[in-house]
Nanobody
Framework: QVQLVESGGGLVQPGGSLRLSCAASGFSLDYYAINWFRQAPGKEREGVSCISSSGGSTSHAHSVKGRFTISRDNAKNTVYLQMNSLKPEDTAVYYC????????????WGQGTQVTVSS
């Protein structure tokens, strides 16, 4: 069974933090870049953050630079997205996807996890 599963979403107040996880089963993430996307109701899907397969480079959307950090733990077959200083505009369903390189076509997608930022 080949699967990507996101977790860690929830309700948080503006200025708060969440850490999302993207865990793989049935295959290894060692040779994949991981992209995080998000989509809010009525809006287009947006690329958020990406980490290379080696972990040596990362990329972020301008709207989250300085607030979000992406990292990977190959021993746990998991990629993390640390989200700090959250804003209501960050509210969306967050998806992770695995591909050959950052922003390249993706081979695997997760089911998504809801993040809601509200007072």
């Amino acid at each position: 069974q080949v699967q990507l599963v996101e977790s860690g979403g929830g309700l948080v107040q503006p200025g708060g933090s969440l850490r999302l996880s993207c865990a793989a089963s049935g295959f290894s993430l060692d040779y994949y870049a991981i992209n995080w996307f998000r989509q809010a109701p009525g809006k287009e899907r947006e690329g958020v953050s990406c980490i290379s397969s080696s972990g040596g480079s990362t990329s972020h959307a301008h709207s989250v630079k300085g607030r979000f950090t992406i990292s990977r733990d190959n021993a746990k077959n998991t990629v993390y997205l640390q989200m700090n200083s959250l804003k209501p505009e960050d509210t969306a369903v967050y998806y992770c996807a695995a591909g050959a390189d950052c922003w390249a076509p993706n081979d695997y997608w997760g089911q998504g996890t809801q993040v809601t930022v509200s007072s």
